[in-house]
């Protein structure tokens, strides 16, 4: 494969964000009025770069949160390879306390290597991997391309993170997200290495 730079970020603010509600692969909410200010804030610092193409999920918040660049014209291919975990029934609905503890109880048995664990309907960061897999090999065969956006979600990156970095699955809560923070990975050709870390600093004028 051809040497690459590319750009991660995840997802702008939705109200489902602002509120503590549930989102996963199977809700499609659309970005705030934050969320949008982020996009253009990211859009302001990251202009310049000269990106041959954006890949995106296949949900609304991830191109809303790229449509700046696309209305520059680069082309653009939504991924639903690249979607959110499916958190199954419990997508849509508020983190109760109960809910909560369902979730860090979840989490725990992922972080001591059971990944093949599924959320209740949902799905394993093992089956997630699999298909971002898929998906990066699709991306990255594209050898006509050397910079890229990609714009996906939180639980997605930390997974796809441990795929390109070699870290096992256990270890994907050790890679921090925030809404529109970017992740950006230089790859030689044969292995990837991290020049930007959830950086948010095009954000700095939104706090």
Known sequence: MSPKKIYIVRHGQT??????IVQGS??????????QAQAIAFHQAYQSIQFDKIYTSALQRTKQSVQPFLNQGISHEAIAGLNEISWGTKEGFPITPEEDEYYHYMLRQWQLGHTSLRIEKGESPDEVLARLQQAMEYIMGNHDEQTILICMHGRAIRILLCYLLNYPLKAMDMFEHQNLGLYQLNFTGTMYSVAKYNDTLHLRSLS
Do not use: I
Not at 15 to 20: E, I, K, Q, T, V
Not at 26 to 34: A, F, I, M, P, Q
């Open 26 to 35: 199977g809700v499609d909410s659309s970005l705030n009025e934050l969320g």
């Open 15 to 20: 109200d489902f964000n602002l509120r503590g």
